[in-house]
Structure formats: C-alpha cells, structure tokens
C-alpha cells in the first residue's frame, strides 16, 4: 500500500484518467514528488509508475506526463457580485428603463456607479450612495416629475456624486442637496421648479449650467450649504431671488444673474451668508441687484445694473467691492442699519437716478485715497441720512484721511458730498 496522503491523490487521479482511457495499471512504484509522472507501458497496455531515472523493461516503452496541465482560456465575464467593481448603466426611459432600478442594482457595490439616461424620465430619483455618475446621453435628457411635493433629483449624504448634462425639470425643487452630500455637475439645466436648486447641508460645485424659470427662488443655499458656481446663468425666477443664502455660502465666478423680477426680489438675497462674487454680471432684476440683511458680500471685477431700488443695499451687513461697475440703478448703493461698504480699485458707481451712495443709521462708507474710484453722473453723490443717524465716510486705513472727496464724486446732482465733516454742494 502506498503511504503518504498527497501522492495518494495524484495516484488516484492518474487511475482514473488511465481507466477511462481503456489502459489496465499495474502500480510497482511511488510516484516522484516533483510535477512529472514517470511510467512504463508494455505491448498489452499495462501501465507502470516508476521513480524518475528508473530504467523501463526491454518490452516497455517509457511515458510521461505532468501533474498540472496547461491553463485553458478563460470562461465568459459572469454577472457583478454584491460589493464588485464600477459597474456602467443605460436607462432608456423611453423603454421602461428606471434610475431608480439602476440605483438599486448598484446599492451594495463599492465601486463607481456610472448610470447614462436615454430620454426623459418620469420618476423622483434620491442618491444616498458614494461614487456615482448621472449623465445625460443627449442634451435635454434627465429626469421630470409633474407635482410640486417631489423633485426630480436628490442627493442625499452621497459623495463624489457627479451630474453632467442633465436636464432636471419641475418639481418643489428640481434638486436637492442634503446630509453633507457633495456633488459636482456640468452643463446642467433646472428649470420650472417651485424652486431651482436647494441646498440645505452640502457641497454643490457647477459649471456652464443654467438654473431658471422657478416660481419662487431659482437657488436656495441654508445653513451648512455651499455653492460654487462659474461659467452659468441664473435667472427668471418669478418671486423672488435669483440666489437666496440663508447663513450658508455661495461663490460666483463668470456667472450672470438676470431677469429675476419679482416685486421684492433681487439677483441675489443675502441674510446671515457670506458671499464672494468675481468677473460676473447681475443685472435687470427685481428690486436689487444684491441685498443683504446680515452677512458679508465680497465682489470684484463685476458689474450690477438695471435695478428698479438698488444695485446694492444692505442692513446690518457689510460690502467690499473691487473694480466694480454699479450703475443705472434708482440707487447705486443703499446702506443702512451700521452696514460698512468699502471700495476699492477702479470701482465705478454712476448714472443711477437717486444717489451714487445713501447711508442711514450708523452706515459708513471707506475707500482708499489712491484708488481710481468715480462716483459720477449719478442724482446725488453720497447723501448720508439727517440726525438722527450718524452715518459717515470714514478712512479706509487709520490715519488716511478722508479719501472719498471731490476728486473721486464728480458731476453728480446736488450735492455731491454730504455727510458729517465734508460737505460739497
């Protein structure tokens, strides 16, 4: 009897491959521990192993073979399994096809979730996962939804979620970012939503998108929100703002606010928020351009006109303009409440039919005595409001002097300074 387990089992395979071929075995040796099997066959077919370099029998004739055979080719891609890799998608809606089923069939995977839609489909779709791609096969393709208690899109605690050329349509928000979502789009379309895009908690960074038409606001950004926004259009909202931020963060680079005309809107409503706003064009909204009651503003390289109450106004809030056009509005800049507007560069306030600059209460205004700044061509210069309020110019830096005086408020309506300590008529 042979001894040893592992050369058991290779005995025992060698048996059976022989047996099958027709051969009877006689076994008179161990096989070698090595991968070749050494054998000798007689003229009656009779197989024997035997130790390498053993010599066969005069009537034998020597055979031999490996324990391991050559790799065969490989066997077809099966199905993904629950945590596989990326795993890509089309949706054709005019088909059947659901996002909400390809969201479904990715739910347990860890990898890149890349889902393409085919025309438009009628559902509301929420994103809770990490990793995952929605795109548009064609422009105009995405999601709609008919009523106002639904969106077409949410994305809700997912990460690295990225939309591109997707057309989101209707709903009471066309998309919603929430629970610290972070999400990037390209080339987006929102329109017709009670409101365009809101954010409540996340990160939303888009470019060369448009978000309009809404009923209400076309973007909502709240508390622990944040919006990047470049290269895009906002406009049309019916109601009210264009952009409303209520103690999150929004930043425009290259993006135009326009149109967004209701009684009391504005291209952008700022309470508690804080706002940068670099080479971009608010204009031919509602009541203002901007208004802020609370929060900070930041704009430079911009221009804000065509408003029917200010370019600018703020309560409680404070402004910081570099190189920036504001003009043919009834007023440039309205400041009240112990706002603090300051200005810089090549700013321009002018042509606006009523004042240049109005400052109420305990508002003041600062700008540095080297600066190229005009305040011109406007219905009045810088007009602060009678006492009560003590509103003032102030210097920009201590010790400056008063910077913002007859050289740089020209050629406005009377007068053209005043405000306690400088007065010209």
């Known amino acids: 009897m042979l001894q040893g387990t592992r050369h058991t089992r290779v005995l025992s395979g060698v048996l059976v491959a022989l047996f099958v071929a027709g051969l009877a075995i006689t076994i008179t040796a161990r096989a070698s521990s090595s991968n070749t099997i050494y054998a000798c066959v007689n003229p009656a077919g009779i197989v024997r192993i035997i130790p390498p370099r053993a010599a066969c029998l005069g009537t034998e004739q020597p055979i031999q073979w490996s324990i391991t055979g050559p790799a065969g080719p490989a066997g077809p891609q099966g199905p993904p399994g629950e945590g596989g890799g990326p795993m890509n998608v089309t949706v054709d809606c005019a088909n059947g096809g659901s996002v909400n089923a390809a969201l479904d069939q990715g739910w347990d995977r860890s990898g890149r979730l890349f889902i393409t839609i085919k025309g438009v489909c009628n559902e509301s779709v929420t994103i809770h996962r990490d990793d995952v791609i929605l795109m548009g096969a064609e422009p105009g393709d995405g999601l709609a939804v008919p009523t106002e208690g639904t969106y ?4 809700a605690g997912g990460q690295r979620v990225a939309l591109q050329q997707l057309t989101l349509q209707g709903g009471g928000y066309g998309l919603l970012v929430s629970q610290g979502a972070a999400v990037t789009g390209d080339e987006l379309h929102i329109t017709g939503a009670q409101g365009g895009l809101s954010i409540w908690d996340g990160t939303v960074r888009l470019s060369h998108s448009v978000i309009e ?3 209400v606001s076309n973007v909502g950004v709240g508390l622990g929100g944040a919006l990047f926004l470049s290269d895009s259009t906002v406009q049309g909202a019916k109601t009210y703002e264009g952009i409303s931020v209520a103690g999150g963060s929004v930043s425009l680079d290259h993006t135009t606010v326009q149109g967004n005309n209701g009684t009391w809107g504005a291209g952008l409503g ?10 971009s064009t608010i204009t031919n909204n509602g009541a203002h351009g901007i208004w802020l009651s609370g929060g900070g503003v930041s704009i430079a390289d911009s221009r804000i006109a065509n408003h029917t109450f200010s370019g600018l106004g703020l309560g409680a809030a404070t402004a910081d303009l570099q190189n920036t056009t504001i003009e043919d509005n009834l007023s440039g800049i309205r400041a009240d409440v112990g706002s603090r507007v300051m200005v810089h560069g090549a700013t321009i306030i002018r042509r606006n039919s009523q004042f240049g600059i ?3 209460d305990t508002s003041v205004v600062s700008g540095s005595s080297n600066d ?3 305040i011109t061509e406007n219905g009045a210069g810088i007009v602060c409001g009678p ?14 002097g008063f910077s913002l005086n007859a050289s740089h408020v020209f050629n406005n309506g009377s007068p053209q300074i005043r405000c306690p300590g400088i007065i010209v008529p």
């Open 152 to 155: 077409p899109l949410g994305v």
């Open 213 to 215: 038409n809404s009923a």
């Open 270 to 279: 700022i309470g508690q928020g804080q706002v940068r706003i670099a080479n």
């Open 358 to 360: 109005w400052l109420g």
């Open 372 to 374: 190229a700044i005009q």
């Open 387 to 400: 006492a009560p309020a003590v509103a003032q110019i102030t210097p920009h830096y201590s010790g400056a």
